[in-house]
């Protein structure tokens, strides 16, 4: 008896991420673009051991067929075998689709943890540094007002054939498009970040950290950076969502993979040519795209009513 | 204001030779010879004279000068010269595409007009949408228009423009046969059928633009006016008496659109940018196709003075909204 009241008048300690995660499930959308990420996900990591059809498999005999939706309702070639289709070499469309989502799905993150690395850490710097500020901020409004996107082609043109030397022709071009993707996209966090770090720095708990003598190191990595985190992983989403659009765009622009390496963006790019004929070769890498960065923004959305202490809890 | 101003224009000076400094250099590394496509036969003291014709004989910084001096010298005295027939710029050396051979302003002058009539009509287009959404959905929060709105402006900035592109040209033009997915450049506006015409095949490049610009400002105009409904001075409007009409499109619409006024002012130029990729879908040769082309052809002078227009424009329209900023808001001042 007497456990049971201890228990009902204390009350339970709970993890604030158990209440971030309770908020976010307020947000329908959030919680939907949540689920289509982890579906897509899954799609493009599981489904080459489930679709085991090689994306890259010329089959002249079963080109140009159509999916099979259109085949059930048309007098058109299609097969089960296929069910999304083929290109005009006969290459399976469902597996290059999985194949070119886990390209897309790679360089979006790589690129996106890139970027929130270099942001976070000029951020940080400028932040907690008072000599660092004026230099580093500076720096950070030039490169704002760069051109990105024509600078971001200048680059994939410059330096893609010196680094295909150097790692292979996938290697290379992965390693530049997720470098030229994070070096152009870091500034919004890193502004975020150094101000946050701004108004976190004259708080109490940062004065008692640094009256018993905490060096600057372990004021950053244990006070300051836990602090920032919400900020960094709304900041997190919209890069991620925005890695994945640019990579297509290049691929789009011609600028990408090569083409014998599909991602979502290049399999569009490569199909926009004959898409009077066969429209669905356009409409299902522009519907993954699509669809992937709406989720990823519908989680931002979530994500930033949930970390935000003012909203959580009402 | 003034002083701020004055201010602001110097320190654009050395941020815009900084930002010339690095496209330059990038270039410089660029490792395209303009000379590779000439026949193997030329003999190899004609090329390097063919290369010093170029202007490629010099060290990286001479070149940089003279391309300076070219881009803010000659080329705007060829400008004026143009303009009221003097002779400011005496026949001096301007800047010459690699590709074209002919000076990099003639070509980007052919190219302006198409991307000002499809770009800048999408963005006016664009804030004309978004200016009422935003209000609507900020005067009935949470109502189901607001719901759509959010929505369609989450779709509008989600879905990249060479899918909405895509997605429209499959659909009116391949099956319904309504718009023609091809701009046509030559086409002159001389009456009504070719007004249509142009209008028509103005109307998917401009839709898929004013689409993805009018999802974001109508954002930002709907939570500044939800910022500002919630003031005090609404309050008191509505204590007076006044009709809920005036208290919205006068008194909280004008203070809303401040801040909203300086994001329109900055998305200018990313609107250039963006549409490169709109431009390549439509095939319509503005700017952004000039740009790819120079990008695939290894034309350095066209790359280098294109690429620095478009950071012009953003630092121009950078400062334009600051100054906005300073001169609507009166509670900011920046002495």
Redesign the interface.
Known sequence: MTETTQTQGTIPVRNQWWDVWDQFKTHR?AVIGGAFLIFITLFVLVGPYLWQVDAQKLDIRNKDLRPFYIGLFADVKWSWSRPLGTDHLGRDIMANLIQGGQISMAVGWTAMILSLFLGTLIGVLAGFFKRLDGILMRFT??VL???????L???M???R??LRAAFGPETGIFILIVSGIGITSWMHTARIVRGDILAIKEREFVLAARSIGTPPRRMITRHLLPNVMSPIMVSATLGL?SAI?TE??LS????GFPSDFPTW?KI?FDS?DR??SF?ER??WP?LC??LT??SV??IG?GLRDALDPRIRGL | MLTYTIRRLILAVP?LL??AL??FL??E????DPMAEMPLTIPPEVKEKMREALGLGQPWYVRFYLWLYQFFVVEPQYWIDGLFGTNFADGAQRIISFQSRSPVFNTIAERIPQTLWVVGMSYVVGVLIALPIGIISAVRQYSWFDNFGTFVS??G????T??TG??L??IFS?NLGWFPSIYDTTLKVDDWPSFVKQLKQMAMPVFVLALYNAAQISRFMRASMLDNLGQDYVRTARAKGMTEKVVVLKHVLRNSLIPVVTVIALGV?QVF??A??TE??FKVNGLGQL??IA??G?DVPM?LT??FI??V???VF?LIADILYGVLDPRIRYD
Do not use: E, K, R
Not at chain 2, 157 to 160: L, Q, R, T
């Open positions: 959308g409004d030039l007002s760069l051109p990105l996107l024509p600078i082609l200048v680059m043109l410059l330096f054939d010196p969502a659009i297509s765009a789009f622009l011609g600028l963006g569009l926009v898409m009077a429209p356009v409409i522009g795209i699509s960065v709406l923004n519908y959305d | 941020t900084f930002i690095v496209i990038l270039l590394l660029a490792p395209g989450m779709v900035f989600s879905v990249p060479f899918f895509v997605l040209i499959v391949v130029p940018g963006g490169i990729i390549q879908v740009l790819i990008i695939h290894n790359v294109l690429t478009f950071a424009l953003i630092v950078n």
